[in-house]
């Protein structure tokens, strides 16, 4: 996997305010990467280095093979951006904003004014933007950020305001770009949305970077228990099934149903004691630790080192 941009011991400073601090990490060809983190985290300011609007402070970074600040940086149009606040010439039709946009890439027009029909804005492009929703203006942005099928994709937060279809359909259009070998790094609080989709996870936590790695790797780090849901057959109002070992900790969510924290190393046990025969167990749910779990970890374990 080519690496297409690197980030090493960077640290941006404003005054007093250290928005990033000493952050490295790199990002592949082809990656999916979610960079997720409170706000003033230091993300967007991340991002604004990548593409070379702002300078560190300290560091180094580059993207393409070169650094994104330097004047000849050629790499500028392959980069596509989409901030977490879009704004637009309020006169301007969505097919002006695009075909001005392209221009800009040196894209061709026609070209660009088709992904108006792949975000569902085909039959809005005539309309002038001062009429479009937030959700309309939030699909031009990420247009715009697609014109010239860039290979660095940086998306701040790009579902706010889209409605449940409309972002399965973002997220379908961005793993398509990935496979295709763009890099993707997706800034969101919508972490339920985050933890099917990205390949890795980038925690960053008061400016500096407190977890990296994919989904399970967090998870095989983090060690925190996987809940298993039984439904069992009635059981008396305290009662609990006979063949829960001793310390087990679990509760009662009703009459039918059983929650156990397991541990990772004894979730097979508890699989296989719950699956005997004779036992009363029904069916069985098995829910792993949850981006929101990992993300609330990471950050105790930073807040407690600090």
Not at 78 to 83: C, D, F, M, S
Not at 162 to 169: A, K, N, S, V, Y
Not at 205 to 219: F, M
Request: aromatic share 4%.
């Amino acid at each position: 996997m080519t690496g297409t941009v690197r980030i090493t011991d960077v640290t941006k400073e404003y005054g007093r305010i250290k928005a990033v601090r000493g952050a490295s990490f790199e990002l592949g060809q082809g990656e999916l990467v979610a960079l997720i983190g409170h706000n003033g985290a230091g993300k967007t300011t991340l991002m604004k280095l990548m593409l070379g609007l702002i300078r560190p402070t300290g560091g180094s970074i580059e993207v393409l093979g070169d650094n994104p600040a330097a004047g000849e940086f050629t790499g500028r149009r392959q980069l596509g951006y989409l901030p977490e606040n879009v704004s637009f010439d309020a006169a301007l039709t969505g097919g002006e904003t695009l075909a001005f946009y392209a221009r800009l890439k040196r894209e061709p027009v026609t070209k660009a004014l088709e992904l108006l029909d792949m975000v569902g804005l085909g039959a809005a492009s005539r309309r002038r933007i001062g009429t479009y929703s937030k959700g309309m203006r939030q699909r031009l942005g990420l247009a715009q950020a697609l014109i010239g099928h860039p290979k660095v994709l940086l998306l701040d937060e790009p579902t706010t305001g889209l409605d449940p279809e409309l972002r399965q359909t973002f997220y379908d259009l961005i793993e398509r770009l990935a496979a295709q070998g763009a890099t993707v790094l997706l800034s969101s609080h919508a972490l339920t949305e985050l933890e099917e989709r990205a390949g890795r996870v980038i925690i960053m936590n008061r400016g500096v970077k407190v977890a990296d790695g994919s989904i399970d790797r967090l998870r095989n780090i983090a060690r925190l228990p996987t809940k298993l849901r039984l439904k069992v057959a009635p059981l008396a109002p305290d009662e609990m099934p006979s063949w829960l070992p001793a310390g087990a900790l679990c509760r009662r969510v009703n009459g039918h149903v059983i929650e156990i924290d397991a541990a990772p190393e004894r979730k097979l046990e508890l699989l296989h004691r719950a699956t005997a025969s004779g036992t009363s167990v029904e069916d069985i749910d098995m829910l792993p630790p949850t981006l929101d779990e990992l993300y609330a970890h990471f950050l105790r374990q930073a807040e407690q080192a600090s």
